[in-house]
């Protein structure tokens, strides 16, 4: 019996062994070839590397998931089965003779080496033209002011969503192995995604993919179609935060999967230097900012115009507009008083929202805290059969992905502010009975302005024609109103005439005049705008901005039950330094018309001698902001109206 049963045992055990064996056989013939489900994921760690915890590098040698390819074009094309046959004539002809032979095999590891150092000189457009352009505090003299960056042993995240620019793709790729010659390739992930590309898009991420390899650099390259055929027929705010958020998937699923995290993500647009992205990592760790954002410029009829002007508010919540690069420092393009004096001096300055170019986000406070791209649902889609909607003046503004993520920024911001205050030992309880109480004075006064504001608008708006003037009009101007009958005379010669009255606003808006649009800085003069034209065309990244118009602006009364200074403010930054330009833009004398002629100040304002970089006092919200919003379908450049809408932290945080 004791026979028998060690007998049956032994089977029992070697069954199971055959059986796991040909499991383990099943899996590698049938499922290892289909490895695009597997790459789509971050491993999870095992318990080694939980314990030793090699991630404070990206090593793709060890980990084949850190370099994936995902939806590349294979479809089969003229030059093909050329380029195959090419591909294979090389390599049988002068790479694996080399390989195979003992006498040449030290060889490889030196061509290797060799292609590498020549990889990371690859300067393009932008990295070659860098170090001579115009910088004030003299960024570009010192070549250790940013070594600092790569000491202390971050891990970037650089993001890029690529949709038919293969105008500046090489440029870009040639910013980042600079910054990876800077901090490290190790130190690096790049995503680029590329959304429904109709250029050499394609065969430019395939450059991009083997030369990172070469350098051993992390990244997820991604091809996707569009959400629509038809391109304006789809929303673009709703397309732009589906890209953004795609684009962003491997920072997600590092964190989550193998808890690895950035320090700061980079989104990389247009043509920028290498130096200013450094610098704005920088500026970024010195306030502890959220995002810092460059400025983008665009060309139009030989001057340069601030370009994103459909994602860019100040602390005022206006718009940068008549923002030309050769105005004066002090005309803007911010508004408000503290924006416009840093701007003059070059620093960076608050803002209620920008996306201007290169920008750089702390993941910590955004993307780590669950905030992610959005869009408005409730578009009016142009192709279906439906009416449009009534649009509530109060709705929600239906505006771009991007300044749906400022207004959470701000909203998580005060959150975080809340709890923070509240682990304090109750302290937030009485914190927020004072500001409760602080601000009953203020609710009285927001409720009887509002009610009397809201009688002078309805009245304003009822009045047709407007209420004509207190002083009786003289007898001449009432002849001039009657219709005009037979032509005057001409007056006699060498006398002269009575200078004549400009018409009314009524009667100049029936003409089809437009008024000045008076400039913010205090006394400058009005700009008149000429019929007919546009200053600031909409060119580059900014075709997709409406033509500026004050309709719609109407001044918003205050609701707020908690005024929004009352709540921890989202460090929102600006650096005017870090500058985004686009094809055929003159780089130097964008430089030139911003900063002048660099002056040799001995390293006295450089980076590292202070407090410049840092600000102080740091604004809370505005209570309002113009909101420019896409209400239809029709692509990027659908039509957009603007209106004025107020914005309250604390009814945010209650909705």
Request: charged share 25%; hydrophobic share 35%.
């Amino acid at each position: 019996m004791v026979r028998a049963s060690i007998t049956l045992r032994r089977r029992t055990w070697t069954r199971l062994a055959l059986l796991a064996v040909l499991v383990y056989l099943l899996n590698a013939i049938f499922f290892s070839s289909s490895s695009s489900k597997r790459q789509k994921e971050i491993k999870h760690k095992n318990v080694v590397e939980l314990v030793t915890r090699p991630d404070k590098i990206l090593d793709v040698h060890k980990h084949d998931f850190l370099q994936v390819r995902l939806g590349r074009d294979e479809r089969p094309d003229l030059f093909s089965d050329v380029v195959r046959n090419g591909v294979l004539d090389f390599w049988n002809r002068f790479q694996l003779p080399f390989i195979n032979s003992k006498t040449t095999s030290h060889m490889d590891s030196q061509v290797v080496r060799s292609a590498i150092d020549d990889l990371l000189s690859l300067n393009g457009w932008v990295a070659a033209a860098c170090p001579t352009l115009m910088r004030p505090f003299g960024q570009n003299k010192r070549e250790d002011q940013y070594d600092d960056l790569a000491r202390q042993g971050h891990l970037y995240y650089i993001a890029i969503v690529i949709h038919s620019a293969d105008h500046f793709l090489v440029d870009q790729l040639a910013v980042i192995v600079q910054m990876a010659k800077r901090l490290g390739t190790h130190s690096l992930f790049v995503s680029m995604l590329d959304y429904d590309s109709t250029d050499a898009t394609p065969t430019l991420t395939d450059l991009c993919e083997a030369v990172l390899t070469m350098l051993g650099i992390a990244f997820r390259i991604r091809r996707v179609p569009g959400m629509t055929e038809d391109p304006t027929a789809s929303y673009y705010p709703l397309e732009e935060a589906y890209a953004r958020n795609l684009a962003l998937e491997p920072l997600l699923e590092l964190y989550e999967k193998r808890k690895v995290t950035f320090h700061r993500v980079i989104w990389l647009k247009g043509f920028t230097c290498p130096n200013d992205i450094l610098e704005t990592i920088k500026v970024s760790q010195l306030n502890d900012a959220a995002m810092v954002c460059g400025m983008d410029w665009a060309e139009h009829n030989g001057f340069f115009i601030f370009s994103d002007r459909w994602r860019t508010r100040d602390m005022d919540g206006d718009q940068f507009r008549q923002s030309k690069s050769s105005s004066r420092p002090e005309a803007g393009p911010p508004r408000d008083k503290n924006g416009a004096a840093r701007y003059a001096l070059h620093l960076p300055f608050q803002a209620f929202c920008c996306e201007s170019g290169t920008h750089v986000i702390d993941p910590e406070q955004s993307y780590y805290s669950g905030i992610q791209y959005r869009a408005a649902q409730t578009f009016h889609n142009l192709s279906a059969s439906d009416p449009a909607p009534e649009w509530d003046p109060e709705a929600p503004c239906m505006d771009s992905t991007q300044a749906w993520f400022c207004r959470d920024l701000w909203v998580h911001a005060a959150r975080e502010g809340i709890r923070a205050e509240a682990a304090d030992k109750g302290g937030r309880r009485a914190a927020w009975k004072e500001n409760a109480a602080a601000a009953d004075a203020q609710r009285r006064w927001a409720h009887n302005k509002q009610e009397g504001d809201l009688q002078k608008r309805k009245q304003k708006r009822a009045a047709v024609p407007p209420p004509p003037p207190p002083a009786p009009e003289p007898p001449v101007l009432k002849k001039r109103a009657d219709p005009p009958a037979q032509p005057a005379a001409p007056p006699p010669p060498n006398q002269p005439q009575a200078p004549a009255k400009p018409p009314p606003p009524a009667a100049a808006a029936a003409a089809g005049e437009e008024k000045p649009v008076a400039n913010p800085v205090a006394g400058a003069q009005a700009v008149p705008r000429v019929p007919g034209t546009d200053a600031d065309a909409n060119v580059g990244s900014d075709y997709d901005a409406m033509e500026d118009s004050d309709e719609g602006l109407d001044a918003v009364v205050s609701r707020l039950s908690i005024p929004n200074s009352a709540f921890r403010p989202a460090r929102i930054l600006i650096n005017p330094r870090c500058v985004t330009t686009y094809a055929g833009v003159s780089h130097t004398q964008l430089a030139r018309d911003l900063f002048g002629e660099e002056k040799d100040d001995g390293g006295k304002d450089s980076i590292k001698a202070g407090s410049k970089y840092v600000l102080d006092d740091w604004e809370g919200a505005p209570d309002s902001f113009v909101c420019q919003e896409q209400r239809q379908t029709g692509g990027r450049k659908a039509t957009k109206t603007q209106r004025r809408l107020s914005f309250g932290i604390h009814m945010e945080l209650e909705a």
